[in-house]
């Protein structure tokens, strides 16, 4: 059993204890801790956003997925934070470490509206998909002892599908007349850790590749525009084939789609096994658009 899930069963027997997890106090959608959105605040294209083990919704602009991938040996955390009506504070940059696992940093940003289910199906999740296997939704039996079955895995893909609220559907929109600098000074204050191999901010298009074969990639994209949203995508370059003449590369789109209006769209890869070279992959993130405002990139 690994500590997380240690950890989870400890902190679910001490809340069946106490009371506190009768179903009559659990969140309802679009409050702090809830699996289910009150308003779609940003996708990813479908092709490239896996199977969505749970959802975490912490205001209607504020959402966290975690997702599986059945072609590839990862998971991926995203956040979708809106820059008026959300804090960088409550980020998941400002609060989780960039090394946290899904049960960890669901924890972490869940708080007092954990629900220890979905943290004991997070674990086993990446437990699974460390050991090489393909997680069927439940928990193994040592992780579901002492915690209340999680529910299967297509239960909890919840999320409401809606249209991108960045998409412009009104006839007329005008750009505020705040000047980008302020900002990029936001974005570069608040989501560029000390230390990160690439921030940018300003204009045009961003791309960045990160340094040597690594196990993590880390990128927040900013979009500061009012009326548009603008496209981002994260690739990864792995050895895909092993044959008589050596290694064969291959370079996958992971994930691409839009950033909404006056948001920042955080992804945190992780690749849980080497490739079948023994390899880690080479990582790219990039975004696209008038007045992105802001990328950062950084691997490790």
């Known amino acids: 059993m690994s500590f997380t899930a240690f950890a989870v069963r400890i902190a679910a027997v001490g809340l069946l204890l106490s009371g ?4 009559a106090d659990a969140p309802r959608a679009g409050t702090p801790g809830s699996t289910t959105p009150s308003e779609p605040v940003g996708s990813v294209a479908p092709e490239t956003a896996g199977d969505v083990l749970a959802v975490l919704q912490l205001s209607p602009t504020h959402r966290l997925e975690f997702a599986q991938y059945p072609d590839l040996p990862a998971v991926n955390i995203r956040e979708w934070l809106h820059a008026d009506r959300d804090l960088p504070e409550d980020s998941m940059q ?15 940003m869940a708080g007092e509206q954990v629900d220890w289910k979905v ?8 437990e699974a998909l460390n050991n090489g296997q393909r997680f069927d939704g439940r928990p193994t039996e040592s992780e579901s002892d002492g915690v209340a079955e999680p529910q299967a895995l297509e239960e909890m893909n919840t999320r409401e599908a809606g249209e ?3 998409t412009l559907r009104q006839a007329a929109c005008s750009e505020p007349a705040s000047p980008l600098s302020t900002d990029a000074a936001w974005f570069a204050r608040k989501f560029c850790p000390s230390g990160n191999e690439y921030c940018k901010t300003g204009l045009g298009s961003n791309t960045h590749t990160g340094a040597g074969r690594t196990k993590h990639s880390d990128s927040s994209h900013f ?4 009326c548009l949203s603008r496209s981002f995508s994260i690739q990864a370059y792995y050895n895909c084939i092993w044959d008589l003449f050596g290694c064969i590369h291959c370079t996958k789109t992971v994930s691409t789609g839009e950033v909404p209006v006056r948001t920042v769209l955080t992804q945190r890869w992780f690749w849980t096994d080497t490739d079948v070279c023994g390899d880690w992959p080479t990582w790219t993130a990039a975004n696209s658009g008038y007045k992105v405002a802001g990328m950062m990139h950084d691997v490790h």
């Open 20 to 23: 506190c997890a009768d179903v």
């Open 94 to 108: 400002a609060r989780v470490s960039t090394d946290a696992t899904m049960a960890e940093t669901y924890i972490a």
């Open 119 to 126: 943290a004991a199906l997070l674990d086993a999740a990446e």
């Open 164 to 166: 991108n609220v960045g």
């Open 223 to 226: 979009n500061q525009n009012s």
